[in-house]
């Protein structure tokens, strides 16, 4: 796997705790996310109504959340147009969904917000659809990335057991092995960068096989001061 630091449309990024975690909503970390959890869920699954006209019974699908995938992908191949609050619903919903899964993960022990950024940055661009995007290429996007789904497979087991070593490291010493912390942020990092091929279909450019994130910028020269 490459450990250059590859430039992709995606970036995501988790800062390290440097001090003492909370070892208690650690310990009782699952229990502890069960509230924003169910909120999660509330906003990502679909609810559904029942009528009965006689012998018939209809079911219709009256709301649901998660990201917009199947509707960007019509709009993309039929109209080269990718709906502006349609990319901000996907933005919002996936870093809502990042911190939830950097919670679960012990990467950071602030209860994740609904709105706020918080230590979890999760940013890609607005695609312009009609120059960034192939219109036929959202069709077989998911399929594409297949490769990627058997690496995610063994990566996200070997995430778990890291994050199982981190508890106990956690309870005992109060502190994330940083090194742990990085590869499970660098899992976290590859399947987004997957998703937001495949899924949030923000860009036509495959997903690197590596778990590095960009490389930090150059610092800005101080400005004169000015008397």
């Given at each position: ?191 987004w960068r997957v998703a937001a091929y495949a899924f949030l279909l ?26």
């Open positions: 796997m490459s450990q250059a630091a590859p430039d992709y449309p995606l970036q995501f990024d988790v800062e390290y705790p440097d001090r003492n975690l909370n070892r208690l909503t650690t310990a009782f970390r699952i229990f502890v996310a069960i509230p924003i959890l169910i909120v999660l869920s509330a906003i990502s699954g679909a609810s559904w109504s029942t009528s009965d006209f006689g012998d018939t019974q209809t079911n219709t699908a009256a709301a649901a959340g998660g990201i917009l995938f199947f509707p960007t992908l019509l709009m993309i191949v039929f109209r080269q147009k990718y709906p502006r609050w349609w990319f901000d619903w996907n933005l919002q919903f996936s870093r809502f969904s990042a911190r939830v899964t950097t919670y679960l993960a012990l990467l950071r022990d602030e209860y994740p917000s609904t709105d706020e950024e918080q230590a979890v940055r999760l940013d890609f661009e607005y695609p312009n659809a009609q120059t960034d995007l192939n219109r036929w290429l959202p069709l077989v996007k998911w399929l594409l990335a297949v490769p990627h789904y058997f690496v995610l497979i063994f990566l996200g087991l070997a995430a778990f057991i890291c994050v199982v070593v981190a508890w106990f490291a956690i309870l005992f010493t109060g502190r994330y092995p940083r090194g742990l912390f990085n590869f499970v942020v660098g899992v976290e990092r590859w399947g923000i860009t036509d450019k495959y997903p690197p096989f590596s778990l590095a994130g960009a490389a930090p910028s150059a610092p800005a020269a101080p400005e004169p001061t000015a008397f």
